[in-house]
């Protein structure tokens, strides 16, 4: 279930980051904090670990999110878990413009 968290914004914009969404994006001191906005809505992401943004990818995650959020299935991914598919795809050069050769099925 979504949990929602404030905090204050100064008159100089700026906000403390809730200890719970450190510890969830894994931040610490000095690493970049990312925006990610989507229309109305804008989500926060650890923008100093290794990601590359796919938007297949992204649409097959935030499909897979509105499923678990709709049918309440959410079992969260370990971290360890995620750490271990950063390692394996970091570095991995993918050519998004590459025609595809031979049949595809899905």
Do not use: C
């Not at 906000?15 to 510890?23: D, E, H, M, S």
């Not at 097959?60 to 969260?76: A, C, I, S, Y």
């Not at 991914?77 to 970091?90: S, Y």
Request: overall charge negative; proline content about 7%.
């Amino acid at each position: 279930m979504p949990v929602t968290l404030t905090s204050k914004i100064t008159e100089r914009s700026q906000t403390t980051l809730p200890p719970a969404v450190r510890k969830v994006l894994d931040l610490h001191p000095g690493e970049r904090l990312g925006y990610v906005i989507d229309g109305d809505e804008v989500r926060l992401v650890n923008a100093s670990a290794a990601h590359h943004e796919d938007p297949a990818l992204d649409t097959f995650l935030e499909f897979l999110g509105n499923d678990l959020q709709k049918h309440r299935r959410f079992v969260p991914i370990p971290l360890d878990a995620i750490d271990r598919m950063r390692q394996l795809t970091t570095g991995v050069a993918i050519d998004h413009d590459a025609e595809i050769v031979g049949d595809v099925g899905l």
